[in-house]
């Protein structure tokens, strides 16, 4: 969000589908086959758009977007040519009964892979948000950050793929950090906030699903999307209430 990547985010949410439908109809719903078929599918996605923004005049955003229409219309042809509608639903809005052990033990170790990476790649994931150009005269990592970035977004919308599926995983990252924006300024204090808002919707919405049997997908991201709506409402940065408050003026 803060480096205005939150639709690029969704497109590779798309890039996925491919390589998860095609390890679907090698092996079935099994996560190992599917999960590496994600990763791949994600990294040549995010390689390739790459590569093109590079070497031609498109830019970044563009190469995404034709990538990962591409992506989604390959992925639900795959998935349809052997599964019924049941699967697709599967695959595109996720199912709170694939979360089980393996899942589980998946998303854990995708989650403390991604907090190491971040610790090490803080500064410079940092800095390239607030000041890009300061960062390139001062470091290299720039790079390289970026990189470990994008195959951290690849490896965390695999991981939320069994729940949420390939349409909804990028909500549970972007949702919680736009609710952020309205609770504090400072990036320590957003990422807090995050993290508590993420945790919320998700235990509340697969319980909600389970009970009342929703797709689990679209109900995390409701019960996400309420919380949004509290923040635009009352959140104490830049929320309706506050901003039709009277505001102190400075004085000399």
């Not at 990189?147 to 990252?173: C, D, E, H, K, S």
């Amino acid at each position: 969000m803060l480096r205005r990547m939150s639709l690029i985010g969704d497109a590779m949410s798309h890039a996925i589908l491919p390589g998860a439908a095609i390890g679907f109809m090698l092996a079935g719903l099994s996560l190992t086959a599917m999960a590496g078929g994600g990763l791949i599918a994600g990294f040549v996605i995010a390689v390739g758009a790459g590569l093109i923004s590079r070497a031609t005049d498109l830019k970044e955003d563009a190469s995404l977007a034709a990538f990962f229409l591409i992506s989604l219309a390959l992925g639900v042809t795959i998935v349809s040519l052997k599964g019924t509608n049941v699967d697709l639903l599967h695959f595109l809005f996720g199912s709170v009964l694939a979360v089980d052990n393996p899942t589980l033990i998946l998303i854990v170790s995708i989650s403390t892979v991604s907090l190491i990476v971040l610790a090490l790649i803080w500064r410079p994931l940092v800095l390239e948000c607030v000041d890009p150009g300061f960062l390139r005269s001062v470091s290299r990592a720039g790079g390289p950050a970026h990189i470990a970035f994008l195959a951290l977004v690849v490896m965390n919308l695999v991981g939320g793929f069994q729940a949420l599926g390939t349409l909804l995983a990028v909500g549970i990252m972007m949702l919680p950090a736009v609710i952020s924006r309205f609770w504090a300024r400072d990036i320590t204090a957003m990422i807090a906030v995050a993290v508590a808002c993420a945790a919320v919707s998700g235990y509340v919405g697969l319980v909600i699903s389970y009970h009342a049997n929703l797709p689990s997908g679209p109900t995390v991201i409701l019960v996400a999307g309420v919380l949004y709506a509290v923040s635009v409402i009352v959140g104490p940065v830049g929320g309706l209430l506050w901003q039709a408050l009277p505001q102190r003026h400075l004085e000399a």
